[in-house]
């Protein structure tokens, strides 16, 4: 079993920086990929960025160059450092945990609650 706890959400201007965390409690968090999610009100949740057990990192299009994953597995953390934020990625941001490889779908096994963040235009 694997406890996730996302922060680092807020307010934030349009071409500001925030940084989220995925803390995570439980079992061989260095054996599980982890992905960050976003769902704005009325879309789905849809796929950010990922990374695998072996640190290879996927990003959606949309972030390619503003956002960055990273995870240091001693600290069972898992980083998302945003970049040159844009209003449209005013969402939920939920980090989620499967075993070993990165799905861009919500096939995961394990969520956190999540944290909002808003950029203000």
């Known amino acids: 079993q694997v406890q996730l706890v996302e922060s680092g959400g807020g307010l934030e201007q349009a071409g500001g920086s925030l940084r989220l965390s995925c803390a995570a409690s439980?079992?061989?968090?260095?054996?599980?990929?982890v992905g960050w999610f976003r769902q704005a009100p009325g879309k789905e949740r849809e796929f950010v960025a990922g990374?695998?057990?072996?640190?290879?990192?996927t990003y959606v299009d949309s972030v390619k160059g503003r956002f960055t994953i990273s995870r240091d597995n001693p600290k069972n953390t898992v980083y998302l450092q945003m970049s040159s934020l844009k209003p449209e990625d005013t969402a939920v941001y939920y980090c989620?945990?499967?075993?070993?490889?990165?799905?861009?779908?919500?096939?995961?096994?394990?969520w956190g609650q999540g944290t909002q963040v808003t950029v203000s235009s």
């Open positions: 439980g079992r061989a968090f260095s054996d599980y990929a």
């Open positions: 989620a945990a499967r075993n070993f490889v990165v799905d861009t779908t919500t096939r995961y096994d394990y």
């Open positions: 990374i695998d057990w072996r640190y290879a990192s």
